[in-house]
């Protein structure tokens, strides 16, 4: 144990001295913060930040709007556990208005249709403030959208931060079920060879023939759209890189002489690759481990891209860049450049972390 941390600890000091490595792990832990408290951070945090106004819909970043919100007793909260993993339902209904007037007990708003048309409505101050006219002045507000609305009239800003979640629980998920997987069937064949390697690594050669985005392809249609549905099917063309990797360190290690000394002491199979090759095989394996997280992220917002992925309204950045990709042609390409530059900077991260941790693990 004394031994491991010690190498843990040296691990740690050679990874601080790769700069670009730090700085993806800063990036990753960024994202991370987001996604836990995504619902506290963004500035809509309504379920799956869908508050639609089509009538600012497609606007650029840092446009500004102003509203009259008027209470909505149809929804509820649902407590402070429920704000922050699932959002709170919308308690305002919003208009958005050009200008207002208030003479006595009637309000009357200018409507916003679009840039050139208004419609003149009224309202009763009474109604609206549930009889309390001071309250006036806090349902009118004005809003700044950071990063503009999507073609819904939705805050993109908002959406990129809830739609972290959903890129880094597909990146954790698929990784998961990948290592357990290839670490299982890696550990398996190059432990015993024999006819069990001869099955294991037939198996890995067919599945490593198809290519990836086809049997995704092939897996989501079996498996159904969905959420998890995705997760799984991505996780389950991953496990071929990690299982060659393992395969590979275990025929190294298990000639070696601590491994020997183990079979002398009668310690059984299990054991010894549980408790004595694994532990020396990590390294590598964080390293493809980290690889991988970037790939499950790209193929995640391909599927989602090709509408088979996350179904609406759940944020995704793969399936933002599917509902404003026609923009990149007209009057606005943000829209669809912003999350395509968010999946860019993330994959990134863990790529700079993974060449981080290949160059850290690497004894020579």
Same mark, same amino acid.
């Given at each position: 144990?004394?031994?491991?941390?010690?190498?843990?600890?040296? +691990?740690?000091?050679?990874?601080?001295?790769? !700069?670009?490595?730090?700085?993806?792990?800063?990036?990753?832990?960024?994202?991370?913060?987001?996604?836990?408290?995504?619902?506290?951070?963004? /500035?809509?945090?309504? /379920?799956?930040?869908?508050?639609?106004?089509?009538?600012?819909?497609?606007?650029?970043?840092?446009?500004?709007?102003?509203?009259?919100?008027?209470?909505?007793?149809?929804?509820?909260?649902?407590? #402070?556990?429920?704000?922050?993993?699932?959002?709170?339902?919308?308690?305002?209904?919003?208009?958005?208005?050009?200008?207002?007037?208030?003479?006595?007990?009637?309000?009357?708003? %200018?409507?916003?249709?679009?840039?050139?048309?208004?419609?003149?409505?009224?309202?009763?101050?009474?109604?609206?403030?549930?009889?309390? /006219?001071?309250?006036?002045?806090?349902?009118?507000?004005? !809003?700044?959208?950071?990063?503009?609305?999507?073609?819904?009239?939705?805050?993109?800003?908002?959406?990129?931060?809830?739609?972290?979640?959903?890129?880094?629980?597909?990146?954790?998920?698929?990784? +998961?079920?990948?290592?357990?997987?290839?670490?299982?069937?890696?550990?398996?064949?190059?432990?015993?060879?024999?006819?069990?390697? %001869?099955?294991?690594? #037939?198996?890995?050669?067919?599945?490593?023939?198809? /290519?990836?985005? +086809?049997?995704?392809?092939?897996?989501?249609?079996?498996?159904?759209?969905?959420?998890?549905?995705?997760?799984?099917? =991505? *996780?389950?063309?991953?496990? =071929?890189?990690?299982?060659?990797?393992?395969?590979?360190?275990?025929?190294?290690?298990?000639?070696?002489?601590?491994?020997?000394?183990?079979?002398?002491?009668?310690?059984?199979?299990?054991?010894?690759?549980? !408790?004595?090759?694994?532990?020396?095989?990590?390294?590598?394996?964080?390293?493809?481990?980290?690889?991988?997280?970037?790939?499950?992220?790209?193929?995640?917002? *391909?599927?989602?891209?090709?509408?088979?992925?996350?179904?609406?309204?759940?944020?995704?950045? *793969?399936?933002?860049?599917?509902?404003?990709?026609?923009?990149?042609?007209?009057?606005?390409?943000?829209?669809?450049?912003?999350?395509?530059?968010?999946?860019?900077?993330?994959?990134?991260?863990?790529?700079?972390?993974?060449?981080?941790?290949?160059?850290?693990?690497?004894?020579?």
């Amino acid at each position: 144990m004394e031994q491991q941390f010690s190498y843990n600890r040296l +691990l740690w000091r050679k990874l601080k001295k790769n !700069k670009a490595a730090i700085a993806g792990m800063i990036v990753i832990a960024c994202c991370i913060f987001m996604a836990l408290f995504a619902y506290l951070i963004a /500035p809509d945090n309504t /379920p799956n930040a869908d508050l639609q106004t089509v009538e600012i819909q497609a606007k650029k970043p840092g446009y500004t709007q102003m509203f009259l919100r008027i209470p909505d007793a149809k929804n509820s909260s649902t407590g #402070w556990l429920g704000n922050i993993f699932s959002g709170s339902p919308a308690q305002y209904r919003y208009i958005p208005i050009s200008a207002y007037k208030v003479s006595g007990n009637d309000l009357t708003v %200018e409507k916003f249709v679009d840039d050139d048309t208004s419609v003149t409505q009224h309202y009763n101050v009474n109604a609206i403030t549930n009889n309390n /006219p001071s309250r006036l002045s806090s349902l009118i507000i004005t !809003k700044k959208y950071w990063l503009g609305t999507d073609a819904y009239g939705r805050d993109i800003l908002s959406r990129l931060i809830v739609g972290t979640r959903v890129s880094l629980a597909v990146g954790l998920i698929a990784l +998961l079920i990948s290592l357990t997987l290839g670490i299982l069937l890696g550990a398996l064949a190059g432990y015993y060879r024999g006819w069990v390697d %001869e099955i294991i690594v #037939w198996f890995i050669n067919v599945s490593w023939s198809i /290519p990836t985005l +086809l049997l995704v392809f092939a897996i989501s249609m079996a498996l159904g759209k969905g959420f998890w549905q995705i997760f799984i099917a =991505v *996780g389950l063309t991953m496990w =071929v890189s990690v299982a060659r990797l393992v395969r590979g360190q275990v025929i190294a290690v298990k000639e070696q002489e601590f491994v020997l000394a183990a079979r002398a002491l009668g310690f059984t199979n299990s054991r010894i690759i549980v !408790k004595h090759i694994l532990p020396n095989i990590l390294g590598p394996v964080m390293v493809i481990a980290a690889g991988n997280f970037a790939t499950a992220i790209i193929v995640e917002a *391909g599927l989602s891209f090709l509408g088979i992925g996350v179904q609406a309204p759940t944020p995704s950045w *793969g399936l933002m860049i599917k509902e404003n990709y026609n923009f990149i042609i007209t009057h606005n390409p943000m829209l669809a450049l912003i999350p395509g530059i968010a999946i860019m900077l993330l994959v990134l991260a863990f790529n700079l972390l993974g060449n981080g941790l290949r160059d850290a693990v690497d004894v020579k």
